[in-house]
């Protein structure tokens, strides 16, 4: 995490009650919450698929004003089973079932209406979730906009990024042949998929380093190595591959056609600048589709939230929001 961080959020805090959540299909789904159990709840939706939580997320809100969960969505985390199992079975790990295992967690916590938080793959959920159950969203917070429509998804696996990162990019395509490189989510899925490690291991690595290494506006080894350790980056990259190359589960431009259902609920929009990830693009689609969100363009970041100018606008974000 980025050392400035600490300047930027509040301080690092502990949960004050953890468990596991029995979803179905097998599924346990581990959750937290942490600050004020009489505060204003939040729920925190975290990136990839398959990214999982870690402590520092629980800071970007007052600890004095905000009940805090946090969970880890279904095979990642400390959630089980994990995706990193050889034997790995991810038939029931799509949007609808994530969007169902976090209103059931609402409703066990006995949460009427929180505030919902997802940064990258986390805002589609937000924003699925959010367009799903609206009566139980207070407000809606979100960073680095992803939606997984076709040119988003190409833009970033299938060689848009290349032209501004072709050294790491090469990196990525090495482990696919030359015959396959014309669809590359396809040519991974098969290497993830495939029981023997020694198969599925350097293609995890291989697709986390690509993101790691493009997350950040300049470069961060410490993320890079740790997206990078092997049983994490096989359960990062066979999730998110199998969202990718299912579309999300999402008819094409679902969720930005869908912001109707969320209108009414107040709502902001942080977004680098430079992010390479997911570029400002959709961003500003999401933007134009929901003008009553405030649209905030971060001049000098990227796509991840620990860089110092995304961090300080999603905290100014909760703040204004705490007392509402």
């Known amino acids: 995490m980025n050392e400035h961080l ?3 959020l509040y301080p690092p805090i502990e949960p004050y009650e953890t468990g596991e959540l029995i979803v179905g299909d097998g599924n346990r789904v581990y959750w937290e919450q942490s600050g004020n159990p009489d505060g204003k709840p939040a729920v925190f939706l ?3 698929p398959g990214g999982g939580t ?4 629980r800071r970007f809100f007052d600890p004095e004003k905000y009940r805090i969960v946090l969970f880890d969505q279904r095979g990642c985390g400390r959630s089980t089973p994990h995706a990193s199992d050889a034997d790995a079975d991810l038939r029931y790990n799509t949007t609808w079932h994530l969007v169902a295992d976090i209103e059931l967690l609402r409703r066990n916590l006995g949460i009427t209406t929180w505030q919902v938080f997802g940064g990258s793959w986390g805002s589609a959920l937000a924003l699925a979730y959010a367009e799903a159950h609206p009566d ?3 407000e809606i917070v979100l960073r680095g906009i992803f939606t997984l429509r076709r040119h988003e998804l190409e833009w970033f696996y299938e060689g848009g990024a290349s032209a501004v990162f072709p050294d ?13 490189r014309s669809h590359l989510i396809e040519a991974y899925h098969r290497r993830l998929s495939d029981p023997d490690p020694a198969v599925h291991i350097p293609a995890g690595v291989a697709w986390s380093k690509w993101e790691a290494s493009t997350l950040t506006l300049l470069p961060d080894p410490g993320l890079v190595d740790a997206m990078t350790d092997p049983a994490a980056a096989t359960a990062f990259a066979r999730i998110e591959n199998h969202y990718f190359l299912n579309a999300g589960w999402f008819e ?3 969720l930005i056609d869908g912001v109707e259902a969320i209108r ?3 709502g902001v929009i942080v977004q680098g600048r430079f992010d390479m990830c997911t570029p400002a693009m959709t961003a500003w689609d999401l933007h134009r589709a929901w003008p009553e969100a405030e649209l905030v363009m971060v001049p000098d970041a990227a796509h991840s939230a620990s860089e110092p100018g995304i961090a300080a606008a999603l905290r100014v974000a909760t703040d204004r929001f705490a007392a509402d």
């Open 252 to 254: 094409e431009g679902q």
């Open 168 to 180: 790491l990019w090469e990196d990525f395509i090495a482990q696919i042949p030359v015959l396959e």
């Open 264 to 266: 009414g609920i107040p």
């Open 46 to 48: 975290h990136g990839g």
């Open 6 to 8: 600490d300047d930027i």
């Open 54 to 57: 870690a402590p520092w997320h």
């Open 136 to 138: 139980a969203v207070s």
